[in-house]
């Protein structure tokens, strides 16, 4: 049976996006927990999971930056799909409404929370923790009176044995995160003429002055329409940046788009071109 990872432990948005997709995709796989981002992604790239389900960026707090650069870092993996997943963040507990003092949760909630946090508990403590259900269990853990909550799934509540104290406390309706299914070798091949998208991540020499732009002058020559534009340091020294390319996939740009990434890949000192892949949506 094929074994795909994600963030775990039980409970945490990153399971729930992995059993909708088996579900949706009739898989027989098995769902493996692991306990950092970093650790999956590794997992998969060296044979040990046949794939694994990471969030790249959430619509109100951006880049996950933990995946980005893992991805830079690693030629084993390939996006073999998105999902884009609505993110929905209870405030759960043992306690009382009022007795609450400390929020546990993972940075991205945290974030896609500020708003409602700054309105409803402004004075708690926010205690970061490895995921979600991470932090409802320490929840779970904590002593009678510490005032501890968690921001999580209502899975991770239920499975911990917390009660919900507010629901929907993301500062937007339409809070969702990207996932990318990752693995070495793609399931399938986009069909010509279907929707999706294609990413690139490139190293280029940024100490010549124009050379950014004309990379993305490949793509616009050839009517590719980039997405998302994304830096994140290149890990060697201060100011020295690597660049992510979201590039759409759409009707009959397939021969152009290969042809654009071509064109960069000769402009770059390297180039990593993780695939052409298929948007699935579940934003309930
Ligand atoms: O902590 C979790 O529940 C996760 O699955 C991680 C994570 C993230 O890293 O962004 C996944 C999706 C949501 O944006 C919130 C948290």
């Known amino acids: 049976m094929k074994r795909m990872g994600f963030l775990g432990p039980l409970g945490t948005h990153s399971e729930a996006a992995a059993l909708y ?33 990471v969030p790249i960026e959430n619509s109100l707090e951006g880049s996950v930056n933990i995946t980005l650069d893992t991805l830079a870092r690693s030629e084993a ?35 896609q929370c500020r708003d409602w946090l700054e309105a409803n508990y402004p004075q708690a403590e926010r205690i970061e923790a490895a995921s979600t259900a991470q932090a409802a269990r320490m929840v779970a853990e904590s002593k009678a009176g510490e005032g501890a909550a968690a921001i999580c799934t209502k899975r991770a509540g239920e499975l911990y044995g917390l009660h919900v104290i507010a629901e929907e406390i993301q500062d937007n309706d339409t809070n969702c995160t990207r996932f990318y299914e990752l693995c070495r070798q793609p399931s399938h091949v986009l069909p010509k003429g279907e929707q999706g998208r ?87």
């Open 21 to 53: 997709l088996r579900e949706k995709l009739n898989e027989e796989s098995e769902l493996v927990p692991y306990s950092d981002i970093y650790s999956v992604m590794q997992a998969v790239a060296v044979g040990k999971l046949d794939s694994c389900l």
């Open 77 to 111: 993996l390939v996006v073999n799909r998105e999902l884009i997943w609505g993110v929905h963040n209870h405030l759960m507990a043992k306690c009382s409404a009022d007795e609450v003092k400390k929020i546990y949760s993972h940075s991205q909630p945290i974030a």
């Open 198 to 284: 294609a990413l690139v991540i490139c190293d280029i020499d940024g100490s010549r002055a124009g050379s950014l732009l004309e990379v993305l002058q490949e793509f616009a020559d050839r009517g590719i329409n980039m997405t998302r534009i994304e830096s994140r340091p290149r890990r060697t020294e201060l100011g020295r940046y690597i660049f992510f390319f979201d590039l759409e996939v759409e009707g009959d740009n397939h021969d152009r788009l290969q042809e654009s990434i071509g064109a960069v890949r000769k402009r770059s000192l390297w180039l990593h071109d993780l695939g052409e892949f298929p948007i699935m949506y579940a934003l309930k």
